[in-house]
């Protein structure tokens, strides 16, 4: 059982910079598909960044494309999200998620914003841009 928690999420002016975290309880093997979701006040969720442990491809929403950027720390233990040119279009809940399954398999269920169809899915950290 993996049981994943978000942090670094705040307050931030347009423009700026935040880096969320993702810390796992167990282990996340090569091959994982892990991925970043957001809901903003009184919308949907939206996948906003998706990456293949192991492998490291990654995919984004054209939204945040450019700006945004998913990682993983060699441990595998991690996985990162840095937010650069944030606007207050950014402010929402930002939820990390996990599956052990390619992301190929995950692709479209994360476009749509799917994040009950990942297997490990964390609290949710706030990030509100002003």
């Known amino acids: 059982q993996v049981q994943l928690v978000e942090s670094g999420g705040g307050a931030v002016q347009t423009g700026g910079s935040l880096r969320l975290s993702c810390a796992a309880s167990?282990?996340?093997?090569?091959?994982?598909?892990m991925g970043w979701f957001r809901q903003a006040p009184g919308k949907g969720l939206e996948g906003v960044a998706l990456?293949?442990?192991?492998?490291?491809?990654?995919d984004y929403a054209d939204s945040v494309k450019g700006r945004f950027t998913i990682s993983q720390d060699n441990s595998n233990n991690t996985l990162w999200l840095q937010m650069n040119a944030l606007n207050p279009e950014d402010t929402a809940v930002y939820y990390c998620?996990?599956?052990?399954?390619?992301?190929?398999?995950?692709?479209?269920?994360?476009?749509?914003?799917?994040?009950?169809?990942?297997?490990?899915r964390g609290q949710g950290t706030q990030v509100t841009v002003s």
């Open positions: 167990g282990p996340i093997y090569a091959g994982y598909c």
């Open positions: 998620a996990a599956a052990p399954v390619r992301c190929t398999i995950l692709a479209g269920a994360w476009r749509q914003g799917r994040l009950n169809a990942f297997n490990y």
């Open positions: 990456f293949h442990s192991g492998v490291g491809t990654t």
